[in-house]
């Protein structure tokens, strides 16, 4: 945990910040061997856990829909309450996958690289990720964790460009605000609950379509563009195959809407897949951007200290359905092609040799999600080469020596 004399100037903790000294070798030294070793039947024991899960929830809601008003239940319980808790755990389970899939692009579901991507390729195309241009991108994001110029998501805005972006100008160390609006909306509770809502429904598509959120390549860089600037030319035939996936899954889903409608494929598919983007955002979002961690500059920043920004969390009965991507976070970015049901235990492990530089953030998800919107809108510069995340709202009151 972070010790609790590190805070911030507005009294939200702060992650310590760890010793050049500490290596990767004397973090690994820690963890149990076996720890490394990767298993494809272990792996498919749980891909087959997850899809008869899936199935299981399909009938069982079909079922319902189709039976439960025979017993005096009202059409509209059926529809308002069953329909919505199908689509919530399904997109829970569903997640799931997505990590196992996520698994084959660290080459951590099996010892090899063919079953690997081949699995990867599949499973992510099923849930309309591109598989190969989203592995080589999260490669360099694994590499590069919260470095300024290199990390590949959830980079944070500079001081001068969230400015521009909000319609912001500063004339004699004053705000102007474009638009009314938007200084009305400027960090109020209704202003970053619209923003949340609209990251979780459209956050993952805006990445994959436009890098938002990720570093400024400008025009061109999206995950589908196989000449995109984030790609090298070697990369080429590889997001080629990632697209024909897509199309293919997209094929299937258009067979899908012919043979059964529009409405089925929208109820049983599409809105547990809406969901499974919200935790996928939810959870990336959490993991990586906290007012606590900082971001470094090319001077300060080499991989350990990057790879102890990320934020382990307690989700609950959701760490198992989603193979504890969320509170094994920092072992697995120590530790990128370490399977995840071994993470649990080097985490444990991990503990003794990070102390204070291992950081897990207790507060409850909703709130974490709530404090990090409003607190982590810029990093500013002039901070020097270790940066962490302001607001204008704290700025200010620091200014009135508040």
């Known amino acids: ?55 299981a929830m399909a009938v069982s809601v079909r079922w319902l829909d189709q039976h439960l008003t025979d017993f005096g239940v009202p059409r509209w319980v059926v529809s308002f309450v069953v329909w919505p808790m199908y689509w919530w755990w399904q997109g829970a389970v569903t997640t799931g996958v997505w990590v196992l899939a996520h698994e084959c692009g660290h080459q951590s579901f099996s010892p090899w690289k063919s079953v690997n991507d081949a699995f990867g390729l599949v499973l992510h195309s099923a849930l309309l990720v591109p598989y190969h241009s989203w592995r080589i991108t999260h490669s360099q994001h694994h590499k590069n964790t919260n470095h300024t110029e290199n ?26 605000y474009r638009h009314a609006i938007l200084e009305a909306m400027e960090e109020t509770p209704i202003g970053d609950l619209l923003g949340i809502l609209q990251m979780f429904t459209f956050g993952w598509w805006a990445y994959l379509a436009a890098n938002v959120a990720g570093q400024n390549y400008g025009k061109g860089a999206n995950h589908y563009n196989p000449k995109a600037p984030m790609f090298s030319l070697r990369d080429y035939w590889d997001i080629v195959v990632s697209d024909i996936g897509i199309f293919a899954a997209l094929g299937v889903l258009a067979g899908c809407v012919h043979k059964f409608g529009a409405n089925n494929v929208g109820k049983y598919y599409f809105m547990p897949y809406m969901f499974v983007n919200m935790w996928l955002v939810l959870i990336t979002y959490l993991q990586h951007s906290d007012p606590a961690i900082p971001h470094y500059t090319p001077k300060e920043f080499n991989f350990v200290r990057g790879a102890l920004c990320s934020v382990d969390r307690d989700y609950g009965i959701y760490n198992i359905l989603q193979h504890h991507i ?9 530790f990128s092609q370490m399977p995840f049901y071994h993470a649990q235990e080097a985490t444990e492990a991990i503990k003794k040799v990070l102390g204070d530089y291992y950081y897990k953030d207790d507060t409850n998800v909703w709130q974490a999600v709530r404090r990090s919107w409003a607190h982590c809108k810029f990093v500013d510069p002039n901070d020097g080469d270790i940066m962490y995340y302001h607001n204008y709202k704290m700025e200010d009151l620091a200014a009135k020596g508040q």
């Open 1 to 55: 945990m972070v010790a609790q004399s590190q805070l911030r100037a507005d009294n939200l903790p702060m992650a310590p910040i760890a010793p050049e000294s500490l290596t990767i070798g004397q973090i690994r030294a820690v963890v149990p061997a076996h720890c490394f070793k990767r298993s494809l039947l272990k792996s498919l024991r749980y891909l087959c856990t997850d899809l008869l899960m899936i199935a």
């Open 151 to 176: 990390d590949q998501v959830f980079v944070p805005s500079t001081k001068e460009q969230y400015n521009h972006n909000h319609g912001i100008q500063i004339e004699n160390g004053v705000r102007k």
């Open 326 to 334: 969320g509170d094994t976070h920092v072992a697995h970015h120590l």
